[in-house]
């Protein structure tokens, strides 16, 4: 059986394990936290999630949505059509990669207790709002994130978006995501209708005061 390493407060980690309830593949759930022990040789960057299968380890999250589709392609999580299959996997690279990488730079301060110079907030800033202007002449929303179907856009979009609007919000006292114009709130009521999702958002709630915790023990004693 497929065994996800991570934790449920991951939004990369949530990506993939929302990918594998919705196509109701079995998979184990094991805890692993950043910097945990183990990870050598699995995750080379140290990064979470990874994916053992009965043939190795892969690390990188679209890496694991893809595997997973190749072998489980039913249900669908990318279109058939070339064209709109590629259109999904711009849309999950522009979430993924513009969005969130770039809203991450704001975690330290948003999440664990970090004060970021006024200057690199500044950057940030300019930077997080031009890229979600851009995904958002890319986005559909119709009502699912890459048009009328649930795809693998959703497993990214869901799992970041919100993260890039509370960040936001907490360091900016602006959520850049509305400001965008992107009404995300209800696509993520939609998105939660879906058992998969409800048992993302469940046990990521659950994962909250722990993940929390570890984190900012890993700042204090790095003096961070
Ligand atoms: N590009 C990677 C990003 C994974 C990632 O950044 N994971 C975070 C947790 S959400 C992590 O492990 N951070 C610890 C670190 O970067 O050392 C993916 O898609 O899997």
Redesign the pocket.
């Known amino acids: 059986m497929l065994k996800l390493y ?2 449920a ?5 949530n ?2 394990k929302l990918a594998l309830l919705e196509k109701g593949v079995p998979f184990e759930e094991v805890l692993v936290s ?2 945990g022990e183990g990870v050598e040789g699995k ?1 080379p ?6 994916l053992e299968t009965e043939q190795g380890f892969l ?6 949505v893809d595997y997973i589709e190749a072998r489980w392609p039913t249900p669908a999580l990318i279109p058939s059509d070339a064209w709109q299959a590629a259109k999904v996997r711009e849309l999950v690279t522009y979430s ?1 990669l513009h969005v969130e ?1 770039c809203a ?1 730079q704001l975690y330290a301060q948003a999440f664990f207790g970090r004060t970021l110079s006024e200057k690199f907030l500044a950057r940030v800033k300019g930077e997080l709002a031009k890229n979600l202007a851009a995904f958002k002449q890319l986005a559909v929303f119709g009502p699912y994130a890459a048009g009328d179907t649930f795809t693998m856009a959703d497993c990214a979009v869901y799992t970041s978006l919100p993260l890039a609007a509370l960040a936001s919000k907490i360091v900016y006292g602006e959520d850049l995501v509305a400001a965008a114009g992107i009404d995300w709130k209800p696509y993520v009521k939609l998105i939660e209708q879906r058992p998969a999702a409800q048992k993302v958002a469940l046990d990521r709630k659950t994962d909250q005061e722990r993940a929390l915790g570890v984190a900012r023990a890993k700042a204090a004693s790095t003096g961070g």
Do not use: A, I, T
């Open positions: 991570g934790f407060l991951s939004n990369y980690y990506k993939v950043f910097g995750s960057l140290g990064k979470v999630p990874y690390c990188e999250s679209q890496v694991m993924d990488l991450r």
